[in-house]
């Protein structure tokens, strides 16, 4: 039950570029969505989220896009710096409940 | 700055022993989760915890799983009897928010390995 997909495993990405991380998924009852960076051996870390009454929320330099009719969110960082390198995890979640659906995680590297 | 921390950070047991991890969330925060990740997997959503009662609860979280805040500032998941497949990390969580889209913390993890 894949109710939230990250279908790229990693993305490398030279520092100062942009890093675009997607997401997509199927429940439409998904009302908020949300951003999570992971380093080794710690929790996940809120980044940034939004709501289905959006489209766009910006954050410095952390940018979240949702297309509700594509069921589709990306994450934009830019400029990316070495520091950004984790794991990123996309969760969704229907408001009226109080669990998050998380995607499988893509590892971001950014080299320098 | 405030944190969610827990305990074990890991700990190795025999198949079909009982395991208690611990957490103690945020002060002031209201709700408390426990999620698990099996190594290469998804962060699975396991029980969240409003109250001093279960909200909600995943397929995952059957008989073999319990929650306690036995005191104001811990909250525990107990495992009764471990199976090889319970060995993940165990992630506590909480938050101040009434509802589902506040942000939750995390805690670094308990490793759980059931040999």
């Known amino acids: 039950d894949q109710q939230v997909k990250q279908n790229s495993p990693s993305l490398s990405v030279q520092e100062g570029r942009i890093s675009i991380l997607n997401c997509d998924y199927t429940?439409?009852?998904?009302?908020?969505f949300l951003w999570y960076k992971k380093y080794p051996a710690e929790g996940p870390t809120f980044l940034i989220s939004i709501s289905s009454i959006k489209d766009k929320n910006e954050d410095g330099r952390f940018t979240v896009f949702l297309n509700k009719s594509a069921k589709h969110l990306s994450l934009h960082i830019v400029p990316s710096q070495p520091g950004d390198s984790a794991v990123y995890f996309c969760?969704?979640?229907?408001?009226?409940?109080?669990?998050?659906?998380f995607g499988s995680g893509t590892q971001l590297t950014v080299l320098p | 700055e405030p944190e969610v921390t827990q305990t074990p950070s890991h700990q190795v047991t025999q198949m079909g022993q009982e395991v208690i991890l611990r957490c103690v969330p945020i002060?002031?925060?209201?709700?408390f989760y426990w999620y698990r990740q099996i190594l290469g997997q998804k962060v699975e959503f396991l029980v969240s915890f409003y109250n001093n009662e279960i909200s909600e609860k995943s397929e995952i979280f059957d008989d073999q799983f319990s929650v306690e805040r036995p005191d104001g500032s811990n909250f525990t998941l107990k495992i009764r009897s471990t199976k090889l497949e319970d060995s993940a990390m165990y992630f506590c969580?909480?938050?101040?928010?009434?509802?589902?889209?506040?942000?939750?913390?995390f805690g670094e993890g308990s490793r759980l390995t059931v040999l």
């Open positions: 002060s002031n925060h209201l709700y």
């Open positions: 969580a909480s938050t101040t928010s009434t509802g589902a889209t506040g942000e939750l913390f």
């Open positions: 429940n439409s009852m998904f009302d908020y």
């Open positions: 969760a969704a979640s229907v408001s009226s409940a109080r669990q998050l659906t």
